[in-house]
């Protein structure tokens, strides 16, 4: 079957511009999660999904970042007034419920503001 | 896991050879799962191997196996045999919290 896929692959936008980046799970997978990796870094938490709320949101780094999932599937990561430092690749994974389920991940969003 | 730190930031082996990756967490939870994930240089992220806290052995998979200390909060990744195709990064989880990761580089 097919993987979890991310669009775009990649996205370069200009100070300021709002973006969204879009995720699309593994049919069946009730759990999503927004990750976001610097250049070699590891991965920060943003937030996850259970269905279509977010019990967890704690890691959104300000409140220029937000993020929705409709139908208990895609799910979308909206960036506000982008800048500089938000320049990363966005990581989606998504799994079955239960925290001994292994993650699959996507292939990530490259975001680049200039 | 509330906290995962990795604390060798990179990491070599000889092809063939064994290595042990470090990793250890804090939690407040009573039951729990830790993962292994491997990302490979611009491949997807997968998942290596998992153990619960609950059960005393210890994780295998293939060449793959843990050494899960609970009372010390340790989560060690030993990789037996290394192959070039086991270079990647390597990161320690608890749940939706990663570690910031260990590079692996295999040598010929």
């Known amino acids: 079957g097919a993987g979890v896929s991310q669009s775009p692959s990649n996205k370069v936008t200009e100070k300021g511009k709002d973006v969204e980046l879009r995720c699309d799970p593994i049919?069946?997978?009730?759990?999503l999660y927004w990750y976001r990796q610097s250049l070699g870094q590891g991965l920060e938490f943003l937030i996850y999904f259970q269905g279509n709320s977010a019990p967890d949101k704690s890691g959104l780094p300000s409140d220029r970042f937000s993020a929705e999932r409709t139908g208990g599937s895609v799910s979308t990561l909206t960036i506000q007034r982008t800048q500089q430092e938000d320049s990363a690749v966005y990581l989606c994974?998504?799994?079955?419920?239960?925290?001994?389920?292994?993650?699959?991940f996507g292939p990530g969003t490259r975001l680049t503001v200039l | 896991a509330q906290t995962v730190t990795q604390s060798q930031p990179e990491m070599s082996v000889q092809e063939a050879e064994t290595v042990t990756l470090s990793c250890t967490y804090d939690?407040?939870?009573?039951?729990?799962?830790l993962f292994w994930y491997k990302q490979p240089p611009s491949r997807q992220m997968i998942l290596v191997i998992r153990?619960?806290?609950?059960?005393?052995q210890n994780a295998t998979e293939n060449r793959f196996s843990v050494n899960f200390q609970k009372a010390a909060k340790s989560f060690s990744l030993k990789i037996s045999d290394s192959q070039l195709g086991d270079a990647a990064m390597y990161f320690c989880a608890g749940e939706y919290i990663f570690g910031t990761g260990t590079r692996l580089k295999v040598l010929a």
């Open positions: 153990q619960e806290a609950y059960k005393q």
């Open positions: 049919s069946g997978h009730t759990a």
């Open positions: 939690t407040s939870e009573s039951d729990y799962y």
């Open positions: 994974a998504s799994s079955l419920w239960g925290s001994y389920n292994e993650q699959f």
